[in-house]
């Protein structure tokens, strides 16, 4: 994700892919028509503000559909469903791309898609599916959110860094963390579910009183988080960012490595493999889209090699295509997770609001 996605770039990054969707986005937005027929032949993608494509993938489904895609970003994951469930059954666009498993209970429940099984689902892994039944989302890429730490920092200080939820709230990692707000940003709330998963509902506001005690700093969302507070990020080192520990992503390393000028042989950023959560996004066919030819082709292009092969240097996340191949940079600087913490849906819909209210009088203060 979410997704939403909040992924884990440096400024650098933000930068360079930002000019390159927004490219992509006027060289397909010039034509809505097909000519005087009556049927659009632009689809319109309906995102949080993370969504890059490359422009050469993107003119690839149109030659092979006939549509043109524009991207509609719509800020932050949450934000952008929020927006959507305002205009449900007349929607901004035609398919929706970012809601994650933390906010997928709201999306369903509001009735927002149209059920579509998309073309090559079955080349998709069974456990991402979470709505298998009645196909009412897509999944397109999972991630795991994960406190990222400044290997300069730790080797200077001659201190192993944190690699476990237990770790974090040690007095060797005081003052050194900073995470997003649960309320108002996805790895926030991932970060927040990752402790529920670890300590359960009746151990995890305990934690939470551990790491507030242990001088946790709490910023609106990642870019505050990433680019300003920590000081292992692009952006941190300009700041003189003062955190050497964060909540980002596992493949927020790979991103500091592409960006940087010049490339470092090695990522100046760590991952503590022992903190993290499992993200799905997904992409969905929006109940009332004018374009719902074009919307389903969409979907059907989401989980082609072509484009699942093309998301890990763009949006830093992983395929969920069985036979994708990763680039090399991604899988050399990236951090594998071997077991992420998970709380399914039903029991995230059940219980989230309660979760972030708690989570907010103990950590707001």
């Keep these: 994700m979410n997704s939403q996605l909040r992924r884990a770039v440096s400024t650098a990054l933000v930068g360079a892919l930002g000019i390159a969707a ?4 006027g060289e397909q937005s010039k034509d809505s028509s097909d000519g005087g027929s009556g049927k659009s032949r632009t689809v319109t993608l309906v995102s949080h503000d993370s969504f ?34 305002l205009t449900k059954g007349s929607p901004q666009g035609d398919v929706f791309f970012g809601v994650d498993n ?20 079955d080349q998709v892994a069974d456990e991402v ?12 890429d999972t991630g795991d959110i994960c406190v990222n730490y400044d290997k300069k920092y730790f080797a200077d200080k001659k201190l192993a860094p944190p690699q476990t939820f237990d770790d974090l709230a040690e007095p060797a990692y005081k003052n050194l ?22 300590y359960g509902d009746e151990g995890w506001q305990d934690y939470w009183k551990k790491l507030d005690a242990n001088g946790v700093k ?53 991952v503590a493999t022992g903190t993290c959560f499992r993200q799905i996004e997904f992409a969905g066919l929006l109940h009332g889209a ?66 972030v209210q708690s989570w907010s009088s103990l950590v707001l203060k």
């Excluded at 927004?22 to 986005?25: E, F, G, N, R, Y």
């Excluded at 680039?327 to 997770?337: C, D, I, K, R, S």
């Design 22 to 25: 927004l490219a992509a986005c």
């Design 52 to 85: 890059v494509a490359s422009p050469a993938v993107l003119k690839e489904f149109t030659e092979q559909t006939g549509y043109k895609v524009k991207v509609l970003k719509s800020g932050d994951a949450g934000a952008a469903l929020n927006k959507e469930i």
């Design 102 to 121: 933390t906010l997928l209970s709201r999306a369903l429940q509001n009735d927002l898609f149209t059920p579509y099984e998309a073309k090559g689902l």
């Design 129 to 140: 599916q979470l709505d298998k039944d009645k196909h009412r989302v897509t999944p397109v």
């Design 177 to 198: 963390l900073v995470v997003e707000n649960a309320a108002t940003s996805s790895p926030g709330l991932g970060f927040l579910l990752g402790t529920v998963a670890e």
């Design 218 to 270: 709490v910023v609106d969302g990642w870019e505050q988080a990433y680019n300003e507070e920590f000081s292992g990020s692009a952006g941190g080192k300009k700041a003189k960012a003062d955190r050497p520990l964060v909540v980002s992503y596992a493949s927020s390393p790979p991103a500091e490595v592409l960006y940087a000028d010049p490339q470092p042989a090695e990522a100046p950023t760590g």
């Design 290 to 355: 004018k374009n719902e030819a074009g919307g389903k082709a969409l979907l059907d292009f989401l989980i082609t090699k072509k484009f699942q092969e093309d998301m890990p240097l763009n949006m830093f996340v992983n395929p969920v295509v069985k036979d994708a191949k990763l680039p090399e940079l991604f899988t050399e600087h990236g951090a594998v997770v071997d077991k992420p913490e998970t709380v399914a849906p039903e029991t995230i819909t059940k219980n989230r609001e309660q979760w």
